[in-house]
C-alpha cells in the first residue's frame, strides 16, 4: 500500500496521485472489564471483506485510553495486537485505518453512560455523578464530576507523580510504536470530540439562554405559527423547522469566546504536546485535529496547525465532526439540511484557514424508516463538492445488509487520481457520475474510480480497464495523458 501524505488541501499518495478516502467508525466503546484482550470486530474480519467490495478504502479504528492502559503505564497488549490484527486484514484488502481513542462523558466511570479514561484516570474530586434521566449527554450539560475529570485532564493533574497528559501522550507513544511501520496505518486521531470541561457547561446555558431570546426577538421565526405547530399532534415536527441554519448560527454566537479559548489554550496545546512524543516514535501517520464537541454543533473551531518543535507538521488534517440534532431520533428524517450546511460550512471555513485535507470523522447516524435518507444524500453530495473525505457513523453488526448501505453509502467515488481534481459528483437521479481533473505529467499507474454497480457506459479520454471488486461493484481504472480530463460514467 502506498504511504499517504497531505498537501494542501488534499492527500496524495507516493505516485503522486490525489486521493479521495470512502469510510466508516468501527469503534468499540465497551469499558475495560479484567480479561478484556481483544477490541470490538476482531474475531470474525468478514466485514473487512465486504467494506472492500463496497468500495470503502478507510477505516476510523477506535477503541479507549482504559482498555489500552488499564492501569497506569501497564498497556494491554493482547488488545493491541486485536488492532493489529485488523490492520492486518486491512492491507489485504486495500483499506486504510486511523486510530481514534474514543471518549464520550470523558469515562464510563462518571455515570455508566460514557466511555474513554481507566478509572485511575478519573479525577473528580469526590464529585459524585448522577445518572442521566433524559439523555447520555447531560453530564456534558450539568454534570459537575464530568466537567471537574476534564478540567483535571486538561490541567495535568498527576497520577502517581506523573501528569494525565503525560500518561496519554506515552500512551499514545506505544501505540504508535505497536503499529509504525503497518502498511495500513493512516493516522492517529488522539481523542474524539474534546469537551471544555466547566466551561462546557457555561457554553450549554449561554446556548440555551440565547435560544430562548432568539426565540422571542428574532423576526424571522414565526411565533404564531410555531405555536400552532406545537399544539398540533400532526405538526409538531414542523417546530424544529423554524431553527434552520441561520438561526443555528446565531444562537451559537455566545459561545463563539469560550470556545475559542478552549481551542487554543488547552486543546491545541494538548494536540501538539502528543504530537512531539508521538513522532519521537515514528514519522508515519498522519496527525489529526478534531473539533470540540460543541463545533459539531456549527459554533467557529479556532484550532491551528500542528506544531512539532517549533515547526509545522508536515502530516496533518483535520477531521471535523456534524450532525443535524435530530439526529439517531424519530425526527431524523424531519432533519433540515440548512442546519447541516451551516455546520459544515463553518468547518469548511476552518479548513480554508488552516489549509489541510479534511476527513470528516464522525456524520450521518441512523434511524428508522428511509425517509431520512435524502438528508445523508444531502450530506455526501457536499462532501464531494469540498472534496472531502469521510468516516460514516458508525458500523454495527447487520449494517451490511440494511437498506442505507447499498440505497445511500455504497456508492462511485475517485479514490486515486493522477493530478489535481477541479470537481467530481453522482447525479443519483440520473445515475451518472462526473470526474474532472487536470493532469500536468505522466504517470505510471492510472486513476482509479470505484463503481457501486455495473456500468451502462463509460467515456474517458484514455485507454482504460475495468477490474471486478465485487459481485456488482468494479473499479475503473483509466490511463492518462498530461492534460484536461472529463469521465463520465453512466449507470
Given amino acids: 500500500m502506498e504511504k499517504i501524505i497531505s498537501r494542501g ?53 477506535g477503541t479507549t485510553w482504559g482498555v489500552i492502559e488499564p492501569s497506569p503505564g501497564e498497556y494491554n497488549e493482547p488488545a493491541l495486537a486485536s488492532i493489529v490484527k485488523i490492520l492486518d486484514r486491512c492491507a489485504e484488502k486495500g483499506i486504510y485505518a486511523f486510530l481514534d481513542m474514543h471518549q464520550d462523558l470523558y469515562s464510563s466511570e462518571i455515570n455508566g453512560s460514557g466511555d474513554g479514561a481507566p478509572k485511575w484516570a478519573v479525577l473528580t474530586d469526590n464529585l459524585k455523578a448522577k445518572p442521566h434521566k433524559f439523555v447520555w449527554a447531560e453530564p456534558y450539560f450539568w454534570g459537575k464530576a464530568c466537567h471537574r475529570a476534564f478540567d483535571n485532564f486538561w490541567a495535568n493533574k498527576e497520577v502517581g507523580g506523573k501528569g494525565l497528559l503525560d500518561h496519554f501522550a506515552d500512551m499514545w507513544a506505544h501505540v504508535a510504536g505497536t503499529v509504525k511501520d503497518h502498511p495500513a496505518l493512516f493516522g492517529f486521531d488522539f481523542l474524539n470530540e474534546p469537551f471544555p470541561g466547566k466551561d462546557g457547561g457555561k457554553v450549554f446555558k449561554k446556548l440555551v439562554a440565547n435560544v430562548v431570546k432568539t426565540t ?61 512524543v508521538v513522532r519521537k516514535v515514528t514519522d508515519n501517520g498522519i496527525i489529526f485535529v478534531g473539533n470540540c464537541y460543541y463545533s459539531n454543533l456549527g459554533i467557529p473551531c479556532s484550532n491551528t496547525p500542528v506544531m512539532v518543535g517549533g515547526q509545522s507538521e508536515e502530516k496533518q488534517c483535520f477531521s471535523p465532526h456534524g450532525y443535524d440534532f435530530a439526529v439517531d431520533t424519530p425526527l431524523y428524517k424531519y432533519a433540515l439540511n440548512s442546519r447541516v450546511q451551516a455546520i459544515f460550512d463553518e468547518h469548511k471555513r476552518t479548513q480554508e484557514r488552516l489549509n489541510v485535507p479534511v476527513i470528516v470523522g464522525e456524520w450521518g447516524g441512523m434511524s428508522d424508516g428511509t425517509d431520512w435518507f435524502p438528508h445523508v444524500k444531502y450530506i455526501l453530495d457536499m462532501f464531494d463538492k469540498n472534496k472531502w473525505s469521510n468516516t460514516y457513523w458508525t458500523y454495527f453488526d447487520g449494517l451490511l445488509n440494511m437498506p442505507i448501505m447499498e440505497d445511500v453509502l455504497c456508492r462511485p467515488y475517485p479514490r486515486a487520481v493522477t493530478g489535481n481534481i477541479t470537481g467530481y459528483s453522482y447525479d443519483r437521479e440520473q445515475d451518472i457520475f462526473n470526474l474532472s ?55
Avoid: C
Fill in 9 to 61: 488541501k488534499s492527500f496524495y499518495d507516493t505516485h503522486g496521485r490525489e486521493r479521495i478516502f470512502n469510510g466508516i467508525n468501527v469503534v468499540d466503546k465497551e469499558p475495560y472489564k479484567p480479561g478484556k484482550d481483544s477490541v470490538a470486530f476482531a474475531d470474525d474480519l468478514s466485514w473487512i471483506d465486504e467494506f472492500a467490495k463496497r468500495g470503502f478504502n478507510i477505516i476510523r479504528l
Fill in 437 to 491: 481533473f487536470e493532469q500536468e505529467r505522466e504517470f505510471d499507474v492510472p486513476t482509479e474510480i470505484y463503481l457501486h454497480k455495473q456500468a451502462a457506459a463509460i467515456e474517458a479520454d484514455g485507454r482504460y480497464e475495468i477490474e471486478k471488486s465485487g459481485e456488482n461493484s468494479a473499479v475503473l481504472k483509466v490511463f492518462t495523458k498530461p492534460g484536461s480530463h472529463t469521465f463520465k460514467v453512466t449507470f
Fill in 216 to 276: 422571542l426577538t428574532d423576526k424571522r421565526i414565526d411565533k404564531l405559527g410555531m405555536i400552532s405547530d406545537a399544539l398540533s399532534g400532526k405538526k409538531r415536527h414542523k417546530v424544529l423547522e423554524r431553527y434552520d441554519g441561520e438561526i443555528l448560527k446565531k444562537v451559537g454566537e455566545p459561545a463563539h469566546a469560550l470556545i475559542a479559548e478552549f481551542d487554543t489554550k488547552r486543546y491545541m496545546p494538548f494536540i501538539n504536546k502528543t504530537a512531539a
